[in-house]
């Protein structure tokens, strides 16, 4: 028995149906993709809810939770929420809502909370048994006119209720509160904005409807965090974001000095950026402290109570605040990117991307066609309720013969209805009216209501014939709206304020950002780099791997660039914080930039950026060029010299002085004026010297009144005044003549 219960078929194979897996694959994943961008993740353009907080508002509307009325608690609201309208978990639900009501990621909350809702340090609400709640009067304003066939609704996933297929949304939902959500293969990210500029962008656009985003955003002005903070972009990109509807927006945390005597002072934060919890920035600051990263901050704390109070002390009262604000807002969520994405359902139905003139246009539409609605159902409700009075009037002028019809007829319904032509409304009002209506005040009371309703009907069938008095109304109401949540208001006053990033050296930013320590650097003919602790006063007793040696080594500051020029006439640059530690041999250049295989290490120093270097290469070819353009910012390095193999580069030396010494392979000297070699970004250079054969040997720049000097293998120091050089001063490009007596063996200035 147990067999015939989980037999799938008769075992013949013909209840099997063959499927083209791609065709079945797609159509289900297309339908789970409609499904999740429609039902779950993007905002109704016109309301700006997704289908869950729409919802919640409307089972709270059903429980009468109004703004005015007293709480319940949230477990009743998710309960009926996911119980009639939303067949999903009660802790998603139960977040939406908490959402709605936190005061810190709504600009304008939807929901007013009574209890534990969270915090900005990210902590969870409390339990939903636990919570209470109840709509704010932006949530009435989207529901307003709801009861009065504003819009559609549609049948429950069971069936048993309807619910709205959007809300009448009297209050720019989409705009003011924004949304985000990850759909499938896309998103959304629309940033909260303030009420009163969207107002005033709406009734702009009802007056001319042919307004560019240039004049909207001189309403529009950007977004409207609720936790404030500074927007920091220029008018261009914001103009821009708003065009194409995708673009962010950098926030930056607000900070002003405080004065703590004696020349001291402390930085205190007041506003953090959108959607940053303070908690973690503040662990991330700690950690960073921690690790040395921030060496101009002496201490972080918070002090924070109801409002944010985030207090930074400096190192020491010489730090600049405004270098230290910098370092701090390239390293943390002191500074974040807001993005602006404003992927839509329009019209509730086709995703799309639309610019702020399209969502103002759309919300505009749905605002008439509501109020259109809403003319035309009070217009039903009079029609009712005048052909009804219309019978009661009948009825007074005959109310002898009424009742004798309703005493003694039979049938007195169709008697009526057959004696004084009534319609069966009429007739059913007649009948069901109490005797107490009898009196004669009331026919008076009756004509009075009469000619009033009479009188409202003209006026809405005036509205619904004439746009021009639709989009008046539209206006009017809009006006209202802003009157109510305008900057004048608590809640509506704008908190987010702009500002302009102060342009700082970035390279005292960057030195922010580093420890300042002495260090050593230590080069080694092979290309092993390393740093050592400390400036080491005898590099003689550096030691080396076996078949290396020494090429250079100087002191510098772990904040320093270390610069490097190769055989290939291309600069290099590292930091001196990046090199590895003086404990071992260092570590290869070429795993720290991508030198070529084939070139080699012709020089390397501690950059300053206000120094000149003559560069040059084996055939005698060369020029001058400042040592900030030569700075790399990639592992690829900068291109400064060209070379063509077999030439490379073989000279790199610093310009000091007015003339030029060129000594050759040829053991030929030549001097001449330093003006001669031309000051150049990037190139092939001049020639300094002539060869036959061979090329350079080495290069001195020296002030030509201090006279020329050389270092013999002995270490002793030779001088050759002006006078005594007269023979070698020559023009550029020249041979020269051989060096005078005394000169290294080696062919170069210094025994080194």
């Not at 009435?140 to 949304?169: C, Q």
């Not at 005959?398 to 008697?415: G, L, S, T």
Request: a negative charge; aromatic letters at 6%.
């Amino acid at each position: 028995m147990g067999k015939d219960l989980i037999k799938p078929g008769s075992g013949d194979g013909n209840d099997i149906e063959a499927v083209d897996l791609k065709s079945a694959l797609e159509e289900r994943y297309l339908a789970y993709a409609l499904s999740t961008i429609m039902g779950r993740a993007l905002p109704d353009v016109r309301d700006g809810l997704k289908p869950v907080h729409r919802r919640i508002l409307h089972a709270m509307r059903i429980l009468k939770l109004d703004p005015d009325a007293g709480f319940k608690k949230c477990a009743r609201i998710v309960g009926d929420v996911i119980g009639k309208f939303h067949p999903h978990g009660d802790q998603a639900v139960y977040d939406a809502l908490v959402r709605l009501a936190q005061d810190f990621a709504q600009r304008y909350p939807l929901i007013d909370g009574q209890g534990n809702f969270g915090n900005i340090d990210g902590d969870n609400a409390a339990a939903y048994r636990y919570t209470e709640a109840r709509m704010t009067e932006v949530a009435s304003l989207l529901l307003e006119g709801i009861d009065e066939d504003a819009v559609d609704f549609r049948l429950t996933y069971n069936e048993e209720d309807k619910e709205p297929v959007v809300l009448p949304g009297a209050f720019p939902n989409l705009l003011a509160n924004g949304s985000s959500g990850i759909a499938v293969g896309m998103a959304t990210n629309i940033p909260p904005h303030n009420v009163a500029g969207l107002c005033d962008a709406a009734m702009h656009l009802i007056k001319f409807r042919n307004a560019g985003i240039e004049k909207l955003v001189e309403f529009v002005q950007g977004p409207d965090f609720p936790t404030g903070g500074i927007i920091v972009d220029d008018h261009e990109s914001i103009v821009e974001a708003y065009k194409t509807g995708r673009g962010g927006f950098r926030v930056r945390a607000k900070w002003e000095k405080e004065d703590t005597g004696r020349g001291t002072y402390q930085i205190v934060v007041t506003e953090i950026p959108y959607q940053v919890q303070k908690s973690r920035l503040i662990e991330k600051i700690a950690e960073l402290l921690l690790n040395r990263k921030l060496p101009l901050l002496g201490d972080v704390r918070d002090e924070s109570a109801e409002d944010i109070r985030i207090v930074f002390e400096p190192k020491s009262r010489a730090v600049d605040p405004e270098i230290l604000m910098e370092s701090l807002f390239k390293l943390t969520e002191l500074e974040s990117r807001v993005s602006l994405n404003m992927n839509v359902l329009s019209g509730g139905k086709v995703p799309k991307v639309m610019s702020l003139k399209e969502v103002l246009l759309e919300w505009l539409e749905h605002r008439r066609d509501v109020l259109i609605r809403r003319s035309r159902h009070r217009l039903q409700q009079i029609e009712r309720r005048l052909e009804v009075l219309g019978g009661l009037l009948i009825a007074y002028l005959n109310i002898d013969e009424v009742i004798r019809i309703i005493r003694f007829e039979d049938e007195p319904k169709k008697k009526l209805m057959a004696r004084f032509d009534l319609t069966d409304v009429q007739t059913e009002a007649i009948l069901n009216m109490r005797l107490r209506a009898l009196a004669k005040l009331e026919e008076i009371e009756i004509r009075k209501e009469h000619d009033k309703l009479s009188e409202e009907k003209a006026q809405i069938e005036a509205i619904l014939g004439s746009e021009e008095r639709q989009w008046s109304i539209l206006r009017h109401d809009i006006g209202e709206v802003r009157k109510q949540f305008g900057e004048n208001t608590e809640l509506g006053r704008r908190r987010t304020m702009f500002g302009v990033a102060p342009e700082h050296d970035l390279e005292a930013v960057q030195q922010a950002m580093i420890e300042k320590e002495p260090v050593t650097v230590v080069l080694s003919r092979k290309g092993w780099i390393r740093a050592m602790k400390g400036h080491v006063s005898d590099f003689a007793t550096l030691s080396f791997k076996e078949g290396d040696e020494l090429l250079t080594a100087f002191h510098a500051e772990t904040t320093d660039k270390v610069l490097l020029f190769t055989t290939g006439g291309k600069f290099f640059t590292l930091g001196a914080d990046k090199l590895p530690g003086g404990r071992g041999h260092g570590d290869p250049v070429r795993v720290m930039v991508d030198m070529d295989n084939d070139t080699d290490i012709v020089a390397a120093f501690k950059h300053q950026s206000d120094r000149k270097i003559l560069v040059a290469s084996k055939v005698g070819n060369g020029f001058i060029t400042s040592e900030g353009d030569v700075v790399a910012n990639t592992r690829k390095g900068k291109q400064v010299l060209n070379v063509k193999m077999p030439d490379e580069a073989e000279i790199c030396t610093f310009v000091n002085g007015d003339h030029i010494a060129v000594v050759g392979d040829n053991r030929k000297l030549l001097v001449f004026p330093l003006e001669q070699i031309p000051e150049m970004g990037r190139g092939k250079g001049v020639r300094l010297q002539k060869y036959k054969d061979g090329g350079v040997k080495d290069v001195r720049i020296f002030t030509l009144e201090e006279g020329l000097t050389w270092e013999d293998s002995a270490g002793r120091t030779h001088t050759r005044s002006q006078a005594e050089l007269a023979e070698y001063i020559g023009e550029r490009a020249q041979a020269g003549r051989v060096a005078p007596k005394g000169f290294p063996k080696n062919g170069r200035f210094s025994s080194v």
